[in-house]
């Protein structure tokens, strides 16, 4: 039977024999799995899993030196955003006005829209661990004696027109970690309150 249709496809005229070819192309292409043209695909598993818990299934790890953020779930990795910090000084946060990022264990506590960037998680900071880095570095005297620990650290996007700034790495918020506009909007749309953070150098 086959060498039968063998033998009939090879008295085909040319033109039936290429119409035959291109319906069966047609029919591999369609029933091929789709593929992803999102311009992110490097940031990004192909098919992230969606956790079945109803319990907040995401952590986020963000590291200085690599200028990144980097989310996971209950399934491993998920998404890696690049991010821009405060000052270029990489060291913990000392006190209110030094422009650094803090380091640590913190959870975003809020969900808000900025007037100036639209998209922000805000982080827990100080929290008691910040509290007793900023007594121990007082007591030895790096710190001014009125100084203030500072506050309202966030993970929020750059200006729109302003994603420039995470391209060419420039450090320019006052402590915050900041995304591109696009991206933030994407880690905004899924990322809950509660969400742990740890932020490294």
Not at 46 to 58: G, H, I, L, R, V
Not at 155 to 181: F, M
């Amino acid at each position: 039977m086959v060498f039968f249709r063998l033998q009939h496809l090879l008295k085909m005229k040319p033109l039936k024999y290429i119409a035959f070819f291109c319906l069966f192309l047609i029919v591999i292409v369609s029933i091929a799995p789709g593929k992803r043209t999102n311009k992110r695909d490097s940031y990004f598993r192909k098919q992230p899993a969606k956790s079945e818990s109803a319990a907040n299934p995401y952590y986020i790890i963000i590291s200085k030196k690599k200028y990144e953020l980097r989310v996971y779930d209950d399934k491993g990795w998920y998404a890696t955003y690049p991010c821009v910090f405060g000052s270029n000084d990489f060291r913990d946060k000392y006190m209110a006005g030094d422009k650094r990022t803090p380091e640590g264990n913190f959870k975003v506590i809020v969900k808000r829209n900025s007037s100036k960037w639209k998209y922000e998680l805000l982080l827990n900071y100080p929290n008691p661990e910040s509290y007793k880095k900023f007594d121990e570095r007082k007591a030895e005297g790096l710190i001014p004696r009125n100084a203030q620990i500072g506050g309202g650290i966030a993970i929020h996007a750059t200006r729109p027109q302003e994603e420039w700034t995470v391209d060419y790495y420039q450090n320019w918020t006052d402590g915050c970690v900041s995304l591109k506009y696009s991206e933030a909007a994407d880690l905004y749309s899924y990322i809950p309150v509660g969400t742990p953070v740890t932020i490294e150098k």
